[in-house]
Nanobody, 119 residues
Framework: QVQLVESGGGLVQAGGSLRLSCAAS????????MAWYRQAPGKQRELVAS???????NYGDSVKGRFTISRDSTKNTVYLEMNNLKPEDTAVYYC?????????????WGQGTLVTVSS
């Protein structure tokens, strides 16, 4: 079974930056999709950014130009660089990967990491 471990959340002032990391472990053959989602209190989970196996990226409208998704394929790790953070970015951020593992395709989620942006 594939496991995802996130790190990098915390408290930051508006205008600041944070970098989230998510490392996948297990018997992984390939990673088809790497993505970050977030869920603010009282709101639905939303896509923040995603990257395909081929490297194509997609961003939510509210984070375009401020957030950057990247990966280190040698480490099965995805990153989310967040700049010019705003209070409305406050949420629990979840890593998601669609992974081809020994049991076939797995849709795996991290435990979530809290990002709090103060005004």
């Amino acid at each position: 079974q594939v496991q995802l471990v996130e790190s990098g959340g915390g408290l930051v002032q508006a205008g600041g930056s944070l970098r989230l990391s998510c490392a996948a472990s297990g018997r992984i053959f390939s990673i088809n999709i790497m993505a970050w989602y977030r869920q603010a209190p009282g709101k639905q989970r939303e896509l923040v950014a995603s990257m395909s196996g081929g490297g194509s990226t997609n961003y939510g409208d509210s984070v375009k130009g401020r957030f950057t998704i990247s990966r280190d394929s040698t480490k099965n790790t995805v990153y989310l660089e967040m700049n010019n953070l705003k209070p409305e970015d406050t949420a629990v951020y979840y890593c998601n990967m669609i992974v081809r593992a020994t049991r076939g395709l797995e849709n795996s989620w991290g435990q979530g990491t809290l990002v709090t942006v103060s005004s």
